[in-house]
C-alpha cells in the first residue's frame, strides 16, 4: 500500500473555495489523499453558500471549519505534500515556511463569495467554482503521484490550474 499525501487548500477568506476543495479531495482522494484546507484571513465561518453546494452534492460538510493558515506550520501539524492556492490574493501573499517545502502551484479560481444577485446568480457561482475544483482534482487524482519525480509532479500539479471545465 502506497502512503497517503497531505494536500493543502489556501485562499484569503477560507470560507469558499478553499474549503471546497478540502471537501472534494477528501472524498476523490479519500484513499490516496488527506486534504485540508486554510486562510491568511480566515473569516471564521464558511459561507453559508459553500455548505449548501457542497450537501447537495453529498459531501459531508460535518468537519469543515474555516481557519488560518498557520495552524499548518507549526511543529506538531501534518506535513504537506502539496498546498495549492486558489485565489490570487493569497497566490501573492507571502505564506509561512512549510516545513518539507511541499511542491506548490496556484489554481485560481473566481471568488463566488463576491458574487451578487439573485439566489440562483449566487448558487450558479458557488456550483461553477465547485464543478472547476471538482475537474481539477479529478485530474490530480489521475496523476501516479508516487511514480513521479519531484519536478514533473510540481509541473503537472501546477499545469492543472491552468485546466478549465
Known amino acids: 500500500m502506497s502512503r497517503r499525501y497531505n494536500l493543502l487548500f489556501l485562499c484569503t477568506g477560507n470560507s469558499a473555495r478553499s474549503i471546497m476543495g478540502e471537501a472534494l479531495a477528501n472524498q476523490l482522494g479519500k484513499t490516496r489523499f488527506n486534504a485540508y484546507s486554510a486562510g491568511s484571513q480566515p473569516r471564521g465561518q464558511i459561507h453559508p453558500m459553500t455548505l449548501k453546494v457542497l450537501q447537495d452534492v453529498g459531501l459531508s460538510t460535518d468537519s469543515l471549519r474555516s481557519k488560518a493558515w498557520d495552524e499548518f506550520a507549526e511543529p506538531d501539524a501534518p506535513q504537506m505534500d502539496i498546498v495549492i492556492t486558489v485565489c490570487d490574493r493569497a497566490a501573492s501573499e507571502t505564506c509561512p515556511v512549510w516545513p518539507g517545502q511541499p511542491i506548490t502551484a496556484h489554481w485560481g479560481v473566481p471568488d463566488p463569495a463576491e458574487v451578487t444577485g439573485t439566489e440562483d446568480q449566487v448558487r450558479r457561482a458557488f456550483t461553477n467554482a465547485l464543478h472547476l475544483l471538482q475537474h481539477r482534482i479529478a485530474l490530480l487524482m489521475a496523476l501516479k503521484v508516487e511514480a513521479l ?17
Open 149 to 165: 519525480d519531484r519536478l514533473v509532479l510540481e509541473t503537472r500539479v501546477r499545469e492543472i490550474g491552468t485546466a478549465s471545465t
